[in-house]
């Protein structure tokens, strides 16, 4: 157990590491952020911060000589850096979640081998095959980077074969890895909604499973998390509940793991995990008894986790992207909507400012 007082480290300093600081600063611990840029949303709650990059052994040594135990909010971490970091201090989750989550082809043939199922896929490492891939499975499909994806960043659609060249380009015609395929491509799902599943492990092996929320997703980018979810998805969520347990325990995941599903005609489909707290999560901060990053907190450290009971009927979260976040002034005046601004400066289209949550009875 690392008891309160102790330091945490995270690797990352974005909105998830500030909401992981917060949530640590309120048990009592202390924060020390890792990270490659001079400052960011976590530089004002975290009390200390490194500037540094992750395949610094020296940086890295330095900082874990400094904090009790490590985790990390984002999982562009290159594993060996954690790996390396794991040999010094205790750090969770694994380098082996990280491992697995990171790369598309991974965890989609763990979630395979426990009888789930994804999106027919094929990896691909040039045009050719990708053309090849296409005549296999078909179009609509979509080409995806296996690692580095996010906010549908390094995907292109493919609506009709002849659109593979042009697709391939749009992820920036990635030249093959040392290790593993540059990018999959796989077919576009017929779904009727997207929900994910969040649930937090402990060491011991307890699993605390949050409502499923319903995500609305625009261009790529979540746009709103609502429970109680439809009936659709709550008819899917035992299914998919159950297959990210099984991914969980199969991991030895500790820590929040958070699997995104697409509710479908024949059941839930698989499309990602992260080994971490999620933005389809962000609503339990006030949806929640105990929110996921305080449950993230709670896992690595061995306490007990908390209940992630609901506080209210219906609970909803709006992404703030861009100038969505000029609205706050009116979001304020709303009795029952929880503002939260990540102290970004700089409003580009699509970034996430921040969100606000919505809880009803
Ligand atoms: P991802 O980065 O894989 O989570 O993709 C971002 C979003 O793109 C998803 O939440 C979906 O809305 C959409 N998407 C991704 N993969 C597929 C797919 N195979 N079929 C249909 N929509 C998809």
Redesign the pocket.
């Known amino acids: 157990m690392i008891p309160p007082g102790s330091t945490i480290g995270i690797l990352g300093g974005g909105q998830l590491g500030r909401m992981l600081a917060v949530a640590a600063a309120r048990l009592g611990y202390r924060s020390h952020v890792f990270a490659p840029e001079a400052s960011g949303p976590a530089t004002e709650v975290a009390a200390e911060w490194t500037q540094g990059r992750f395949e610094d052994a020296d940086a890295m040594k330095r900082f874990a000589a400094r904090v009790d135990i490590a985790t990390y909010e984002f999982e562009n971490v290159d594993p060996h850096a954690v790996a390396f970091l794991s040999g010094r201090v205790p750090v969770a989750p694994s380098a082996g979640s990280l491992e697995v989550s990171r790369y ?1 082809p991974n965890e989609k043939e763990l979630v395979a081998e426990l009888g789930g199922r994804t ?1 027919d896929w094929r990896s691909v490492d040039s045009l050719g095959a990708l053309s090849a891939a296409l005549a296999e499975i078909g179009a609509p ?2 080409l ?1 980077t296996t690692l580095f ?7 292109a659609r493919i609506d009709f074969p002849a659109e593979a060249a042009d697709a391939w380009a749009a992820i920036g015609s990635p030249p093959p890895l040392r290790r593993g395929v540059p990018a999959i491509v ?6 009727a909604a ?1 929900f994910s599943v969040i649930l937090a492990r402990a060491p011991d092996g307890a699993v605390a499973v949050y409502d499923t929320p319903e ?1 609305v ?1 625009r261009d ?3 746009h709103t998390s609502t429970v109680p979810a439809r009936d659709l998805i709550l008819e899917q969520a035992p299914e998919a509940v159950a297959l990210a347990r099984a991914v969980a325990n199969r991991l030895g995941h500790v820590g929040v793991l958070t699997c ?1 599903f ?1 509710a479908t005609a024949d059941g839930p489909v698989f ?2 995990m992260a080994p971490r707290v999620h933005n389809s999560g962000h609503w339990t901060i006030e949806g929640a008894h105990c929110s996921q990053f305080e449950n993230h907190i709670r896992a690595i450290c061995g306490l007990p986790l908390g209940s992630t009971a609901l506080t209210g009927g219906r609970v909803t979260m709006e992404n703030l992207l861009g100038p969505d976040a000029d609205r706050w002034p009116a979001l304020l005046a709303e009795p029952a909507a929880h503002l939260h601004l990540y102290g970004k400066r700089d409003a580009q289209p699509g970034r996430k400012m921040g969100h606000v949550t919505r809880v009803t009875c």
């Open positions: 598309r999106a499909a979509i995806k994806g996010y906010d549908g960043k390094g995907q796989e077919a576009r799902v017929d779904f997207e995500n997703h790529g980018i979540l995104e697409f499309n990602e």
